[in-house]
């Protein structure tokens, strides 16, 4: 169709066709007459057919000329005032023809109208900030992206001194972006002579390049009250120990902005520096200054309210303890304030057993694990008191709190939790008698003991699961008989407490296990001789392959993976036509593992995975283009690039990821032209990515 019809198509009311028109661009080869008809449609008053448009125009972006003509063309545009539409999408293209149209935005840096001059900075800055900084001392031609970036970098130097004092500001900004190493000699020198609205874009654009500078400009600019909040901010990512005592100044200032702006810079600057170079200067602050941080706490920012948390636990004092109560309740705070409650240490004690039970449920469990911590005797009351609690984390907070505060003490009460109606109270009391466990382990055997013959089974349950942590060799016996328990729940307990020794000579109990008649002891008794290894549990795992629950047989089939062998490999390759395809996964699985310890089996197991290739479940398919990924990824293409066809976008996806690492000609080929039939925007953007590695 002519160009002239096509144009005269754009005038259709139907947005369908418009778009229409331009998809039909991506099939046809570049000529000058496409341009009106390029504009023409990004000037369109529908963001799909502009941005359809802009498509249509970086589809040519391997032509040369065509680059050049089109970057030309979006220059033009960008004089268009009444056209808004039109403008921002000349903006997008340029950007996203990247270095590709460096060489025309600079020719037109110079253009007439300033606004335009103000495009091609900001769009310049954006294309010199995604390709980096051009390293100090680079040689000028030995790298595109470096060569590129000094180029923009030397471009907008020149802008700078522009006669428009917006351009020079995106120049400025722009510099930022690039972080290129030769501007920031100019940026200090406009910090010291340039007005007002220079300096303050200029500290922005000196904390974007984040690269250590003298700072006594920057110091100076403190002496400026609308400089002050970009100066702390800047002296927050380039500051050193130096910087501290200015830092600590702001959070004096009256300006709430000002101030909450050196609470975020040193909580940055901490991060680089030891906290002794802060604490001796935060400790000193006054009551009306920790309440003026303490106030910040309510600010919408995350950053600031991160930064008085973790100040007010440097302070010392007693009036940062209420408000770091009060910040435990919210989730994006509560790590921050439970972090500096244990800085604050004894200093909060009393303030912390006096609120403790004014406190919600979520509160007191954090208040536990604080008390906990900090450690003081002074303590036990309270948390001998919720180890009785309503709530089950508050429960098991406590417990774990009181082992490291009393352990005699705590003994007695937390064997009680080991009768909790909840489980992970019951495993919260688990962990804190194996923690006591390190400094009394006699003490507590003596009372683990006779649990084992407690009516309740969840308490001989938990029982063996101590003895089994806690590792002594006497109560070994007591694991072994539990084995045969009546309880399932007792039996699994003793195979994995078992399992934990790690010794070859409990194998025999284990595979016992294998046997039993609830299928949640077998899966666990199979999972644990995969863990051991040991050679003589594969005859009795390999009769485990008929197991009527399918998670039991794919454990068994992992576990003897692991355990490997010639005899093992024959029987898993039986299993590749199970009709349960999570079977079928664990074999492939397995049969990777064994191939991976000896090159030599390799070949003997890919023409079963590429048999699964063509399996009818998704999962298998999967599994299978991985191991051939993993085990033989060049030698597999051929056999993986059939699954581009694949119905599911998963699995494509799974393979553009496998082939992307395949450096080959042909593969690139061949992901090209998928390319252009691909429905799927993630598998697009993959193929996209994989290309422009290459």
Known sequence: MLIDELIERLDSPDEEIRRQVIEGLLDIAFEPGILPLLKKAMGDISWRVRKDAVNAALSFQRNAAAVSSIASLMIDVLHSEDNVGLRNS?????????????????????????????????????????IGPAPAGCKRGTNKDDDTAGIIADAMITATQ???ENVRLSAIEGLGKIGNYKAVQLLLDILEKGDMALKFTTLEALGNIGMPIPMSGVYNALKERLLKRAAYDLIGKVGGIEAVPYLIDGLKENSQSTREAAIVAIKRLAASLL????????????????????????????????????????TGKIEAVRPLIRYLRFDETAGEAKKALIKLGDEGLDTIIDDYPLQEEKVRALLCDILGEIGNRKAENILVLAIKDDYGHVRSSAAAALGKIDPEKAAIEIICLLQDEFDDVRNAAVDALCLLARGSYKAILSRVLPLLSADNPYVREKAIIVLGRIGGIEDVESIRLAVKDDSSLVRKAAVHALGERGEGRYVQDIILALADEDREVRLAAARVLGGIRSKEAAEPLLLLLSDENIWVKA????????IGGESVLKAIEGLMDDENGMVVCAALEAMAKIAAEGRQNIE?????????????????VKVAAQILGRLDKKGSATEILSLLEHT??????????????????????????????ETDDL????????????
């Open 555 to 562: 454990a068994a089939v992992e576990s003897l993976g692991k």
């Open 162 to 164: 522009d006669t428009d």
């Open 604 to 620: 003997e197991i890919k023409p079963w995975v590429v048999k699964c290739l063509s399996h009818d479940d998704t999962e298998v």
């Open 90 to 130: 000349a903006v997008e293209c340029l950007t996203r023809l990247g270095r590709d149209a460096v060489p025309c935005l600079i020719q037109n840096l110079n253009d007439r109208d300033h606004d335009v001059r103000k495009f091609i900075t900001d769009v310049l800055g954006d294309i010199g900030g995604d």
């Open 683 to 694: 598998v697009k953007q993959k193929i996209a990515e994989a290309l422009k590695d290459r």
């Open 275 to 314: 906290i002794s170079n802060f604490k001796s200067q935060i400790s000193i602050l006054s009551s009306p200054v920790i309440e003026k941080i303490a106030a910040s706490l309510e600010s919408h920012d995350l950053n600031v309210r991160k930064g008085a948390v973790f100040i007010l636990g440097l």
């Open 648 to 677: 599911d976008w998963d699995v494509r996806a799974q393979v553009v990821d496998i082939l992307s690492d395949i450096k080959d000609n042909f593969i690139r080929n061949c992901l090209e032209t998928h390319l252009k039939v």
